[in-house]
């Protein structure tokens, strides 16, 4: 061989020799992205189940809670058979149904009689007493027809 082409077969060498590593160096990377991208999602998903877990229990702890006399989770007044009336008067329909009425004790009877003949609502049982005590004191008929009269203004003379 002439000293030329071995020195060209040389530079070949080197050069294979440099893009194998390069390769190898590509791949490398290749796979520290991959690594990190995994457990960044499975972080991720264990961080997700855990928040939702929070979230579950905080809403349980949230059910009973009552803020300023209201029952937060339905919106109703706080008092005896509450939560009667909380499990029994909510599933079907929004609590909103039931608090934007007020009735008298007769009147919350009629409108669960008629629930219980063309809605199906079911029987309550010894609860329907509680229900409607509740009802007709939280959820009475407004008796007042017009508004008190005011105390404690001057009031100034015509002159
Ligand atoms: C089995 C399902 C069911 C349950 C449980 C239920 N309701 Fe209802 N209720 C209905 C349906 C259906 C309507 C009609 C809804 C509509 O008109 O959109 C209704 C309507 C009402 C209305 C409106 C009536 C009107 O004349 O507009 C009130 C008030 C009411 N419900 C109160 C209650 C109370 C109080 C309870 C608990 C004792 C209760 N509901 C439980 C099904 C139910």
Not at 84 to 113: P, Y
């Amino acid at each position: 061989m002439k000293p030329e082409d071995i020195f060209k077969k040389n530079i070949k060498t080197i050069r294979k020799l440099l893009l194998s590593f390069v390769l190898v160096f590509l791949m490398l990377i290749g796979g520290l992205f991959f690594f990190i991208r995994n457990e960044t999602t499975k972080n991720t998903t264990i961080e997700a189940i855990e928040s939702s877990d929070y979230v579950e229990i905080s809403k349980e702890d949230d059910f009973d809670k009552i803020e300023n006399g209201i029952h937060v989770a339905t919106g109703f007044v706080e008092g005896d058979g509450l939560m009667l009336v909380v499990q029994n008067c909510t599933s079907c329909h929004s609590a909103k149904l039931v608090t934007q009425n007020r009735m008298s004790k007769e009147k919350w009877l009629a409108t669960i009689r008629w629930m219980q003949e063309s809605q199906n609502l079911w029987d309550l049982g010894v609860n329907e007493a509680p229900i409607l005590d509740y009802l007709s004191t939280y959820y009475a008929p407004n008796q007042i027809g017009r508004r008190a009269n005011l105390t404690d203004i001057d009031w100034y003379e015509l002159k």
